[in-house]
Nanobody, 115 residues
């Protein structure tokens, strides 16, 4: 079982920055593909960014150039650096860990961007 705890959400003005963290309690963090998803009110959950066990990354077109995902395997933590935030980035952000057919989710952290 993997437990994921997100932190770093909050209220920020448009154009501002936030850094989300997701700490994982797992014996071998490095083997997991780690992702950030978000869900805005009335919308489906969507992939924001992902980082593989080898360090390769991908991001949604809507956040490319603004958001950066990274990981620190020694700390079993994945980060999402969010810059140039827009009101449409407002959502609950969820951390996800995936290995083989197993998926684990965090409880989510709220990000609100005011205009």
């Amino acid at each position: 079982q993997v437990q994921l705890v997100e932190s770093g959400g909050g209220l920020v003005q448009a154009g501002g920055s936030l850094r989300l963290s997701c700490a994982a309690s797992v014996s071998i963090f490095s083997i997991y593909t780690m992702s950030w998803y978000r869900q805005a009110p009335g919308k489906q959950r969507e992939l924001v960014a992902a980082i593989s066990s080898g360090g390769g990354t991908n991001a949604a077109d809507s956040v490319k150039g603004r958001f950066t995902i990274s990981r620190d395997n020694a700390k079993s933590t994945v980060y999402l650096q969010m810059n140039s935030l827009k009101p449409e980035d407002t959502a609950v952000y969820y951390c996800n860990a995936r290995y083989s057919n197993s998926y684990f989710w965090g409880q989510g952290t709220q990000v609100t961007v005011s205009s």
